[in-house]
């Protein structure tokens, strides 16, 4: 007889047992044959006949049920039946004869004790169908299955069902938030943690497997909001996290090594998940939870202790998943006030950082990323950065590191990635540190940019280029020592200025210039921004400091082009791949400096163009000649910007607040890559455009350019002054170290109109 044959007939037995053994029958059958054949309809047919069985039969009847269960519960092992299963209906039904039968077992002996074998098929079914099938979920909750199940998870004298439970909720809620949400609403993250707590207090290893289970489930649902807030509040986990202080125990011992590593593995895999949440950083910083966490990150096991390389590579990956954790959890500001108070731990970092300074295996170097990576979590206030410096010497052990990072670049070494992170980490940490002003004078006096400079000509070290430019920028910044240890390479000599500069070739200034000639491209932009600010507060901090001779170098070696590239959007310098080695970069080859590698549109910034006429206003006060002579190249582009500036709308006022502060802004380390206003839409600062009045003033002293764009010049002043009058108010000033460099007074713009205007006529 044939499969289909046997299946058509099966629809007139009466006899339960001749039904059974059909149906146990076709396990053995492939299962796509299965459903083609109609098995499915068969067993629906069967189950709809529940409510009409005599109780003397009911026996009889339910252990054929609970074979058909099995039966599908096997068919879905198989991808691609899970489809048709779930479009036959049989889901709603399962679920029905589910509801039913829990009825019909209560008070019913006979029928409760076959109740275990029941739940356990009908869970199998459940999870089997659900495996990697989002329809089929949906499907269980439309049948309200779920407040069927959940209960299940209190079964616990009966350990496998309970286990069983767990994996059919872990595979229903996959990726499923009505589920998710709908298991929570039953009271299932209690039940979870009960379970969870069983293996902290017994050795049975059915209790791991059932905590391990439970976890999977607790998995899927903190990815929604009500789960995550079920999982704080229900303790969770503080349980999880003081878990693994045992499990790494028994690991130590080589007690259960594989299960316990499972468990752990889960247990941080949560943790990924919800760390970036304030309130579980804030419960984790509060009650303590961070110790072992940072033990699991020193947990070096014996090289026996795993069974097999797949075990020894998941260890590796939950260390490193650890390490990212914590780094998270020191974001947190509670961290940040109170961590530099806790000695241990911050001590903890620090040892991180330089114990076994020579070792560069991919754990440790993971190591030493996290302590730098938490020490820049903590600089995150002048206050803590000036505490971290002065106080703690942090520079000490970061510079320790640093010069081991850097002495792998030697010969034209490549550091491994792990190494590279490390760099990252520290440099990420350095900057921050630097944004404390009292902090400049100090860390450059440790040889911090005679360290970092020679990085920027590397190719392997391109990933912290953009990092080490912004130190360096804010190690120049309102900083004279540093600004002439950069242009000299040389700690600066005291109650004097420099007249000369020895091998010109290997100061930190010329790599800097190296890296902007080659950051041409569209991509490079944010490097060049934060370069060109580099000689932004290399020029405030030398016109300070009336160091002329090294004013005019800047002048002569490209900075004015620099300077250009903040005002004008694009890059000015040539490429340095074109540049005859002993070309000057600056010099006239009778076409003026090219552009190249021309972004398809301008990367304008006002606030950075602002710091470009700032410091070209300060180097025409101090050598005009020079600094004209350069400018005149480019005057084409740079005109008609200044023009266009000077026509947009002044920026809006803010409250009471009467201009950007532009002292926050300069040390604004996202400065270079947002767009306050553009100049093809709104309005511009008002400072921005008192500057560019200046900077026109300068460029009027040139009887070539004024001719030349005298008329529109006019046309824009007469504009201007037109505005100013019809606005009947002050515009307002800026007073600050920036606007007091450049020589501006708080006077009112019309004044500077037409003193301009008196020029050019």
């Not at 990933?463 to 900083?479: A, S």
């Not at 900077?695 to 008329?711: M, P, S």
Request: net charge negative; aromatic share 6%.
């Amino acid at each position: 007889m044939s499969l289909q044959e046997t299946i058509d007939n099966a629809y007139n037995i009466t006899d339960y047992e001749a039904f059974g053994e059909i149906i146990s029958n076709a396990k053995n059958e492939d299962p796509d044959k299965l459903i083609e054949a109609g098995i499915l309809k068969l067993m629906i047919n069967y189950f709809e006949k529940f409510d009409n069985i005599p109780k003397e039969d009911f026996e009889k009847y339910w252990l054929q049920a609970i074979k058909c269960f099995e039966l599908i519960a096997e068919m879905a092992k198989i991808e691609s039946t899970r489809t048709p299963i779930g479009e036959s209906g049989i889901v709603a039904v399962i679920a029905k004869v589910h509801k039913g039968y829990n009825k019909e077992c209560f008070g019913n002996e006979a029928v409760f004790k076959l109740s275990s074998s029941t739940y356990i098929q009908i869970l199998r079914a459940y999870a089997n169908i659900c495996f990697d099938n989002e329809k089929n979920r949906d499907l269980i909750f439309e049948a309200h299955a779920i407040e069927k199940i959940v209960p299940f998870l209190q079964q616990t004298e009966d350990l496998k069902l309970v286990q069983i439970a767990c994996g059919a909720l872990c595979n229903i809620s996959m990726d499923n938030e009505p589920i998710q949400n709908e298991i929570c609403v039953n009271g299932g993250v209690g039940f979870l943690r009960s379970l969870i707590l069983l293996s902290r207090d017994s050795d049975d290893e059915t209790y791991k497997d059932i905590a391990h289970a439970s976890l999977r489930v607790v998995l899927n649902l903190v990815e929604t909001e009500c789960g995550l807030q079920n999982f704080i509040s229900s303790g969770i986990l503080q349980l999880m996290i003081t878990l693994t202080k045992q499990y790494m125990y028994e690991m130590k011992n080589k007690i259960n090594v594989s299960q316990n590593l499972q468990i752990i593995e889960i247990i941080i895999n949560i943790l990924d998940t919800v760390v970036e949440n304030e309130n579980v950083q804030r419960v984790i910083l509060e009650e303590d939870l961070l110790e072992p966490l940072l033990l699991l990150i020193e947990f070096m096991p014996d090289k026996d202790i795993f069974d097999d390389e797949e075990d020894e590579t998941s260890f590796h990956d939950l260390k490193k998943c650890t390490c990212k954790s914590v780094i998270s959890v020191t974001t947190n500001d509670v961290c940040m006030n109170s961590m530099l108070n806790e000695s241990k731990q911050y001590n903890r970092f620090v040892n991180w950082m330089i114990n076994d300074l020579d070792n560069n295996s991919p754990e440790m170097e993971e190591i030493k990323s996290t302590g730098a990576y938490c020490l820049g979590n903590l600089a995150r206030s002048d206050e803590s950065c000036i505490k971290l410096v002065q106080d703690y010497k942090i520079m000490d052990p970061i510079m320790k590191l640093l010069r081991s990072k850097v002495k792998l670049f030697e010969g034209e070494g490549q550091p491994s990635r792990e190494s590279m992170k490390v760099l990252h980490a520290l440099v990420g940490t350095l900057k921050n540190l630097c944004l404390a002003a009292d902090n400049r004078a100090i860390i450059g006096e440790t040889g911090l940019i005679e360290l970092i400079s020679p990085l920027l000509t590397t190719i392997f070290a391109q990933p912290i280029h953009y990092l080490c430019v912004g130190i360096i920028k804010n190690l120049c910044g309102l900083c004279e020592t540093n600004a002439v240890r950069f242009m000299t390479g040389k700690p600066p000599v005291e109650n004097a200025v420099v007249s000369e500069i020895d091998n010109p070739e290997t100061i930190p200034y010329s790599n800097l210039i190296t890296l902007l000639s080659r950051s041409t491209s569209e991509n490079d932009t944010h490097v060049r921004n934060e370069g060109s600010r580099v000689i932004v507060n290399l020029v405030k901090s030398l016109w300070k400091k009336k160091e002329e001779y090294l004013l005019l170098y800047i002048i002569n070696h490209s900075g004015v082009s620099c300077l250009l590239s903040l005002i004008l959007g694009v890059p000015i310098l040539k490429s340095k791949d074109s540049m005859n080695e002993y070309e000057n970069e600056e010099s006239d080859d009778g076409r003026g400096v090219r552009f190249d590698q021309v972004p398809t549109s301008p990367q304008i910034f006002p606030i950075l163009q602002n710091e470009g006429i700032l410091a070209l206003i300060l180097l025409f006060n101090t050598h005009e000649k020079e600094t004209m002579e350069l400018v005149k190249k480019n005057e084409s582009a740079l005109v008609p910007q200044i023009l266009e500036i000077i026509k947009l709308p002044t920026a809006k006022r803010r409250g009471s607040s009467s201009a950007i502060n532009l002292k926050g802004n300069l040390l604004d380390k996202d400065a270079s890559r947002s767009s306050l206003a553009s100049l093809n839409t709104t309005s511009v600062p008002n400072e921005l455009k008192n500057n560019a009045c200046i900077l026109l003033n300068h460029l009027c002293n040139d009887a070539d350019l004024k001719n030349k764009y005298k008329n529109d010049i006019l046309e824009t002043l007469n504009s201007l002054e037109e505005d100013i009058s019809g606005s009947n108010s002050n515009i307002d000033f800026v007073e600050d170290e920036n606007t007091t460099y450049a020589g501006i007074k708080p006077d009112l713009l019309r004044e500077l109109v037409t003193q301009l205007k008196n020029k050019v006529e």
